[in-house]
Nanobody, 124 residues
Framework: VQLQASGGGLVQAGGSLRLTCAASRLAFWSYAMKWFRQAPGKEREVVATISGSGANTLYTDSVKGRFTISRDNAKNTVYLQMNNLKPEDTAVYYC??????????????????WGQGTLVTVSS
């Protein structure tokens, strides 16, 4: 299984970025897909989750109304559209696949599969 994340970069506050995570050798449709992030000196947190069908989504409060997670099961790809970015969004972003839609607080790092990180830097 491979998850390949891309799309990070440097953007000014208020700008937008779109992250992409392409999966291979995975029954993609059967997994919830998630975006996590980890800022320097902070714990990894789940940012957004989308169910296997794409019908259900979850967001952490700090990104609601600004970030949108979506998926294309025909392309085995999940996206994270990030708008109105803030300096506090600066972090390494990771995609992950897991059977569980809800991520238990004690299972943040216990996802079935991880992609490599992509760095998002938001300048003020």
């Amino acid at each position: 299984v491979q998850l390949q994340a891309s799309g990070g970069g440097l953007v000014q506050a208020g700008g937008s970025l779109r992250l992409t995570c392409a999966a291979s050798r995975l029954a993609f449709w059967s997994y919830a897909m998630k975006w996590f992030r980890q800022a320097p000196g902070k714990e990894r947190e789940v940012v957004a989750t989308i169910s296997g069908s794409g019908a259900n989504t979850l967001y952490t409060d700090s990104v609601k109304g600004r970030f949108t997670i979506s998926r294309d099961n025909a392309k085995n790809t999940v996206y994270l559209q990030m708008n109105n970015l803030k300096p506090e969004d600066t972090a390494v972003y990771y995609c992950a696949a897991d059977r569980r839609f809800v991520t238990p607080a004690d299972a943040i790092t216990d996802q079935a599969f991880w992609g490599q990180g992509t760095l998002v830097t938001v300048s003020s």
